[in-house]
């Protein structure tokens, strides 16, 4: 099967690959359709490690498909050859106690595409589990669809955060993170949430959703702006989506007594964090990895138009042009907020 294959750092290609291809009784064939290119890809292309996780042997990229179902397995009930679908690229172990509990996003056995040493989604087709395959309604597009994963990640920012109606909050960093992020907190119920950047390209396509109100760093001091628009108390949520380590110094001082922050973002070293500025307000710390249980919920909102993705699609690639996209997603132009490869 021809995939696009990471070789090494630096080096792609678009060849033959053996790929498992084995469909058990509770997997389905997909015929994949559309694959967004993640930060993690480009990363495992530029630098071949993401932490722990180092490319040692040649690894197909990409995590963020939709596709159409060809093919079901014995025991599969609930999809059926013709489905279009979308996929949640971590598959658990059943068995093991974090995924009993229901915290499968952080079981240590966790297989997840693209991530060394497991095949990505890169490739004319898989075979996933049926548990883990989500059917799209027809009002969700191919390219919609490649966006849940993503938006999973934001998903899960907002369901930790716990957010009540009529909150304020900020995300730190206009990433696809970040504005994914911006959008399930809107969803979630948040009156308004402000979004940090210094680059204004950014901030301007962020701030196409009513609601999402952009400030840029770069030429306003943060602190200054948030104390003036909640009028002193501070905010409800803040999310921190940069990972930039600078984006720590004195968070807490915008934050209301008892406010949450989610750190979402993942800082490439430890950074040091004001524990006493935390305690004076009783903030409450959430972490996020990946995400657990919102794939549904993610695909609700979009098919109800409470999230439009469509405005973060830039560009779509061709498959035969897969290389040159992962080129330019390198480039890392601050106006591509998803670059796509359609299949
Ligand atoms: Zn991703």
Redesign the pocket.
Known sequence: MKALVLEKTRSLSLRDIDLPDTLGPRDVRIAIDTVGI?G?DVHYYTHGRIGPFVVESPMVLG??ASGTVSEIGAEVTTLKPGDRVCMEPGIPNPDNRATRLGLYNVDPDVTFWATPPIHGCLAPSVVHPEAFTYKLPDTVSFAQGAMI??LAVGMQAAAKAKIAPGDTALVIGAGPIGILTALAALAGGCARVFISDLEQIKLDIAGQYSGVHPINIASQNLKDRIRTETDGWGLDVIFEASGNPRAYEGIFDMLRPSGAVVLVGMPIAPVPLDIVAAQAREARIETVFRYAHVYDRAIALVASGKIDLDPLVTKTFAFDDAITAFERAAEGRPGDVKLQIKL
């Open positions: 993640c993690s995590h963020e994963e993503p």
